[in-house]
């Protein structure tokens, strides 16, 4: 069973829906929750981190986390055709070198 | 924007060549990694290291090397390449450990097809 789960999607919206992206992780120690977006043929970017439980937002991405349940959450408000990509989600536990986890990722299109 | 920098993005090779793939970040940090990953699956980690002289390798066993003489210079070898090492490369760099928060910046990444 892997550490991190995420539907591979494709997940396909209209222009200006609002997106869900999810990841299960069986790790309870892991502390850190990242959200990484990659482009085609490009290399993953940083979207938004949190630390631990609850939640962050930053312009339209609000990220999610509810370590009770294991499971984590991106939602994306107003989404726009620039956001269609893969959507990876990312994990680690705290403290000196520890690897981080990635999911599958989860392709989405915004159809405009 | 992350001043991380891959070459060549894009090498077809036959099947027993040796090729290095390139990468050098102009951020100063100390931590450098490299990652494979192949179309619809995760991120694994090959290598990395702690700074200059320190090499360590990751979670995915690779046949690859690696060297890091320099703060900014993390390059990787294939002494033979073959068909199974077709995948994509990408290099990354953090200022300090991702487990404490910090940010793990990646390049562009290099396509490798081995024939």
């Known amino acids: 069973q892997k550490e991190v789960e995420q539907d591979p999607g494709p997940l396909s919206v209209p222009e200006g829906a609002i997106v869900s992206l999810n990841c299960t992780y069986s790790n309870s120690a892991f502390q850190y929750f990242m959200w990484y977006r990659q482009y085609s043929r490009k290399g993953p970017e940083l979207l938004m981190y949190t630390y631990s439980s609850g939640n962050k937002e930053d312009g339209r991405f609000t990220a999610q986390v509810d370590k009770s349940s294991k499971y984590i959450s991106l939602f994306i408000r107003d989404s726009q055709p620039s956001d269609s990509a893969t959507y990876l989600c990312?994990?680690?536990?705290?403290?000196?070198?520890?690897?981080?986890?990635f999911g599958t990722g989860t392709k989405l299109q915004v159809i405009p | 924007e992350a001043d991380i920098y891959q070459t060549p993005r894009y090498l077809v090779i036959g099947t027993g060549k040796k090729i290095t793939l390139e990468c050098s970040q102009t951020m100063g940090h100390d931590k450098m990694y490299w990652y494979q990953q192949d179309p619809g699956m995760e991120l694994h980690l090959i290598h990395y290291s702690y700074g200059v002289n320190s090499t360590e390798k990751g979670d995915l066993s690779s046949e690859s090397t690696v060297s890091r003489i320099r703060t900014e210079h993390f390059p990787l070898t294939l002494e033979s390449a073959r068909p199974s090492h077709t995948s994509q490369y990408l290099c990354?760099?953090?200022?300090?450990?991702?487990?404490?928060?910090?940010?793990?910046?990646f390049g562009e990444g290099s396509w490798l097809t081995v024939v």
């Open positions: 990312a994990m680690s536990r705290s403290g000196g070198y520890q690897k981080v986890t």
């Open positions: 990354a760099s953090s200022d300090s450990w991702p487990s404490s928060g910090n940010t793990i910046y």
